[in-house]
C-alpha cells in the first residue's frame, strides 16, 4: 500500500477554489486499490481529529487566527502530524505531496526529517504567487524567497502547466531540480438543470439577462485578471450582448478603482452580479453564455479556463503562455492593445454556426484528450505508485 499525505489544501469536502476540488476528484475518482490518501483538513474551531471521506483519512488541523501567516503555520502543523502518524503506524516509503510554496524557511529541516523516515517529498508550487497585486511588496518577497526554497529541497516537482514546468527549470537550473508535468483536470458533462428550470430562470430575471445573449467572465477580482481592459474594450465594442461578471466584488477596493477609471455604471450592459456557489447554476450559466472571456495572466493551468473550454461554446483568452498551452486552437485570443478585444468582439458577434461549432469542438477535444479528471488522476497514480520513479 503507498501513503500520500496531502497537504497545503483547505480539506474536503471541496468548497473552496482550485486546490481543494482537485483534492475532492483525486479521491472521488481514484481507480487504484494500492493507494491510501491521507488529506490536512484546516479548522478555526477545535473538534473532531480525524475522519474518512471519499475512503481517505482525513485529519483536521486547527488553525489559530494568526492573520496571513495561518497559511504558513497551517502547512507547518499539518506536515508534522503527517509525520508523527508515519512513525506511530510504521508506515514505509511514505509521499509527502505539498501543494503551494508557503513554507520554504522551514523546508530544509522538514525534508531532512522526512528522508530519515524513509519519506519523499512532492511540490506543487501553483502559479506565480510572488507576481499577485494583492501581496504587499514584503509578502511578495517572502513568497519569491520561500518558492525558491522549496524548489530546492523538495525531490519533485509537480507542475500543472508546461509554462511553469520551464519557469521551474529555467530561473532554478543551479539546483538541478526534477520536474514532472500533470496538468489540472476538468469535467465535460452538462448542467443537471433544465433550461426552463425555476434556479435558471429565476436568476435570469434578477439581473435581467437572456440566455445566449451576453459575455461571461468567472475569476476572482484582482487586477492581474485584466478586468480593466476587458471592461474597457467591451464598453468599445458595438455588441448589443450583456458583460455579465461572476466574482466576488463586494467590499473590494479594486472595485471602486475601476469605477472611476472605467465608468461602467455608465453602460447599462455591464452586470456585476456577485457570486454563484451553486456548481450546477454556475455550470448552466456557463453553458447558456454566448461567449466568455478570460484574462488571467499569473499561473499555471486555470481551473475557470478548463471549466469554460468544457461548458462555453466560445472562448476569448488574453494571449499568454499558460492560456495558449491548454487551448491552442479551441479559442481565440486578445491582447492589451486598444481596440484588439473589442474588435474580437465585435467579430465574435458575427461568427456563424458553422464557426461557432468548429471551435467548440476543438476544445472539447483539448479537455477529453489532456484535461479529462480520468485522464490526469491516471498520470498520478502512476507517479504514487512507483513510488518515486519518476
Known amino acids: 500500500m503507498k501513503h500520500v499525505f496531502i497537504i497545503g489544501?483547505?480539506?474536503?469536502?471541496?468548497?473552496?477554489?482550485?486546490?481543494?476540488?482537485?483534492?475532492?476528484y483525486l479521491t472521488k475518482k481514484k481507480l487504484s486499490e494500492n493507494i491510501q490518501y491521507h488529506v490536512s483538513c484546516?479548522?478555526?474551531?477545535?473538534?473532531?481529529?480525524r475522519f474518512r471521506y471519499n475512503d481517505?483519512?482525513?485529519?483536521?488541523?486547527?488553525?489559530?487566527?494568526?492573520?496571513?501567516?495561518?497559511?504558513?503555520?497551517?502547512?507547518?502543523?499539518?506536515?508534522?502530524?503527517?509525520?508523527?502518524?508515519?512513525e506511530l503506524h510504521n508506515i514505509e516509503n511514505p509521499i509527502f505531496y505539498i501543494l503551494a510554496c508557503r513554507i520554504g524557511p522551514g523546508m530544509r529541516v522538514l525534508v531532512w526529517k522526512i528522508h530519515s523516515i524513509g519519506g519523499t517529498v512532492y511540490v506543487?508550487?501553483?502559479?506565480?504567487?510572488?507576481?499577485r497585486s494583492k501581496w504587499s511588496y514584503p509578502v511578495r518577497k517572502y513568497w519569491k524567497f520561500s518558492e525558491k526554497l522549496m524548489i530546492k529541497y523538495a525531490d519533485l516537482i509537480i507542475c500543472d502547466s508546461k509554462n511553469i514546468e520551464r519557469y521551474i527549470q529555467s530561473t532554478y537550473a543551479n539546483y538541478n531540480p526534477k520536474t514532472i508535468f500533470i496538468a489540472y483536470g476538468a469535467d465535460i458533462k452538462k448542467s443537471k438543470l433544465s433550461d426552463n428550470d425555476p434556479k435558471i430562470v429565476n436568476w435570469y430575471k434578477k439581473f435581467g439577462i437572456e440566455p445566449r445573449k451576453y459575455y461571461l467572465i468567472v475569476g476572482r477580482f484582482v487586477p492581474e485578471n485584466n478586468y480593466e481592459t476587458m471592461i474597457k474594450e467591451f464598453m468599445c465594442s458595438h455588441t448589443n450582448k450583456?458583460?455579465?461578471?461572476?466574482?466576488?466584488?463586494?467590499?473590494?477596493?479594486?472595485?471602486?478603482?475601476?469605477?472611476?477609471k472605467t465608468r461602467f455604471f455608465d453602460d447599462e450592459r455591464i452586470k456585476f452580479v456577485g457570486t454563484v456557489y451553486?456548481?450546477?447554476?454556475?455550470?448552466?450559466?456557463?453553458?447558456?453564455?454566448?461567449?466568455?472571456?478570460?484574462g488571467h495572466s499569473v499561473g499555471g493551468t486555470n481551473p475557470s479556463l478548463l471549466e469554460a473550454m468544457a461548458s462555453t461554446k466560445i472562448n476569448l483568452l488574453f494571449n499568454v503562455g499558460f492560456n495558449k498551452?491548454?487551448?491552442?486552437?479551441?479559442?481565440?485570443?486578445?491582447?492589451?492593445?486598444?481596440?484588439n478585444l473589442s474588435h474580437l468582439i465585435d467579430t465574435t458577434d458575427d461568427l456563424d454556426s458553422e464557426s461557432i461549432d468548429k471551435i467548440s469542438a476543438f476544445a472539447i477535444d483539448r479537455i477529453t484528450k489532456y484535461y479529462s479528471w480520468n485522464y490526469v488522476i491516471g498520470k498520478y497514480e502512476l507517479l504514487f505508485e512507483n513510488g518515486g520513479g519518476y
Open 242 to 260: 450583456k458583460l455579465v461578471i461572476i466574482t466576488n466584488y463586494e467590499n473590494n477596493r479594486f472595485y471602486d478603482e475601476l469605477q472611476k
Open 42 to 49: 484546516k479548522i478555526t474551531t477545535k473538534g473532531r481529529k
Open 124 to 131: 506543487n508550487p501553483d502559479g506565480h504567487e510572488w507576481m
Open 278 to 294: 451553486d456548481s450546477e447554476l454556475l455550470r448552466k450559466i456557463r453553458e447558456l453564455a454566448y461567449a466568455y472571456l478570460h
Open 9 to 24: 489544501s483547505k480539506g474536503i469536502p471541496a468548497r473552496y477554489g482550485g486546490y481543494e476540488t482537485f483534492v475532492e
Open 56 to 86: 481517505a483519512d482525513c485529519f483536521n488541523v486547527y488553525v489559530p487566527k494568526i492573520g496571513p501567516a495561518q497559511a504558513i503555520y497551517y502547512d507547518v502543523v499539518s506536515l508534522v502530524k503527517a509525520i508523527k502518524y508515519v
Open 325 to 339: 498551452e491548454v487551448a491552442k486552437n479551441g479559442a481565440y485570443y486578445w491582447n492589451k492593445q486598444n481596440g
